[in-house]
Each structure stands twice: as structure tokens, then as C-alpha cells.
């Protein structure tokens, strides 16, 4: 599997105030994803981040609110824009599609948000 | 979205005994995926199922992929203190969205 990281691994942000998210990967994938994960709960997918194009968003998530970029097959950046206490969660970066694999998802760390 | 159920919620058991949990669905899968997440941490693949009927097995893990492909099962045998835990199930249908399980809290007791 590959070698996922995210920066940073936990902020504490203000309301009102946006934070981006890193999530970098040691090899090239073709498929990466953001998920959030609120306190307790399972993982929802916020939505798919493409390479060169547009994100896709799943229900619930905008692009106003979460906009993402994807430059390369290696990086990917998401934002959480305009920051309310209902966005305190984890914030996790996955990829799919490594040369060895296939139809398997691995997962950064984490972010652990906290917005006051 | 789609809604796979896992059961049970949470486990508390003693170190040593048997494990097991599963994830059931109204959807048919083409993929049943199972996690592991400690605290603080990112979920970890443990085992991935492919073929309804499978059986796969990692260390003292053993998941099968159903035979209607709507359900999934995941045993450990013989816990140890490390096991303690969230497990999660994913299931993936066409294309390449994943959906996650409710999730099973592990404690094992020493």
C-alpha cells in the first residue's frame, strides 16, 4: 500500500475562518476521495477529488463550502470554507487504484478539526 | 446514500475469546472491504472480499463475502488487548464510491 500523509494532523480554528487541507501520497493513484468523519460516527464521503477537473460532489456538500483541488496524480488539497462549530470532525484523505491493488481504499491519518 | 448495518454496536469482551461481527445491506456489493480504526487514527484495510462466497483470511481475521452478496461477516479469534477498536465494513457497488458500516466498538478486557 502506499504511504499516505495529511497536513496538518489537528487545528483548532476560529468560526467564520477557512482551513486547507494536505493530503499527499508516495506514488500515483487514480482515484482520491475526502471523507468526513464527525465525532462517533462512520465515514461520509464529502466527494471525489479529479485530477484535472472539477471534484464531485456527493449529496450534501457543495463546492462552495469544500472546494478541492486535485493538480496531480499525487496531491490533493481540500478547504473547509466559512468554518462553523458543525464542522468540527476528521477529515480524511483516501486513495484507490494503486498499481497492485485494485477496488481497495487506504487512508491518510487524519485531520482533526475543532472550530470554536 | 446506500445503508449498510453493522452489528453488533459495541463488544466487550474478555482476552482470548472469539469475535464476531457483520455488516448486511439491501444492496447487492460487488466488493466488501474491513477496517480497523484506533484512535486518532486513519481506518486501516484488514481484509478485502471479492467473490460472493469468499473466504479470506489475515493472522487470527477471517471475513467471507456472503453468498447473496449483501452481507459480510468478519471473526478474530482468540482477542488480545491491541484488537481493542473500531471496525468498520465497507461495501462497494458499481463505479467507485465505497459506502461504510455503523461501525463495531471492540474492548477487549485483559
Known amino acids: 500500500s502506499a504511504v499516505i500523509s495529511q497536513k496538518p494532523s489537528r487545528d483548532i480554528c476560529q468560526r467564520g475562518t477557512s482551513l486547507t487541507i494536505q493530503c499527499q501520497v508516495d506514488?500515483?493513484?487514480?482515484?482520491m476521495f475526502w471523507y468526513r468523519q464527525q465525532p462517533g460516527q462512520s465515514l461520509t464521503l464529502i466527494a471525489t477529488a479529479n485530477q484535472g477537473s472539477e471534484a464531485t460532489y456527493e449529496s450534501g456538500f457543495v463546492i462552495d463550502k469544500f472546494p478541492i483541488s486535485r493538480p496531480n496524480l499525487t496531491f490533493s488539497t481540500l478547504t473547509v470554507s466559512n468554518m462553523s462549530p458543525e464542522d468540527s470532525s476528521i477529515y480524511l484523505c483516501?486513495?484507490?487504484?494503486?498499481?497492485?491493488?485494485?477496488?481497495?481504499?487506504?487512508f491518510g491519518p487524519g485531520t482533526r478539526l475543532t472550530v470554536l | 446514500g446506500q445503508q449498510l448495518n453493522q452489528s453488533p454496536q459495541s463488544m466487550f469482551i474478555q482476552e482470548g475469546e472469539d469475535v464476531s461481527m457483520n455488516c448486511t445491506s439491501s444492496s447487492i456489493f460487488n466488493t466488501w472491504l474491513w477496517y480497523k480504526q484506533d484512535p486518532g487514527e486513519g481506518p486501516v484495510l484488514l481484509i478485502a472480499l471479492y467473490k460472493a462466497g469468499e473466504l479470506t483470511s489475515n493472522g487470527r481475521l477471517t471475513a467471507q463475502f456472503g453468498i447473496t452478496r449483501k452481507d459480510s461477516f468478519l471473526n478474530i479469534s482468540a482477542s488480545i488487548p491491541s484488537d481493542v477498536g473500531i471496525y468498520f465494513c465497507a461495501g462497494q457497488l458499481t463505479g467507485n464510491q465505497f459506502y461504510f458500516g455503523t461501525g463495531t466498538s471492540l474492548t477487549v478486557i485483559p
Open positions: 506514488s500515483q493513484v487514480t482515484m
Open positions: 483516501s486513495v484507490e487504484g494503486l498499481l497492485a491493488e485494485y477496488n481497495e481504499q487506504f
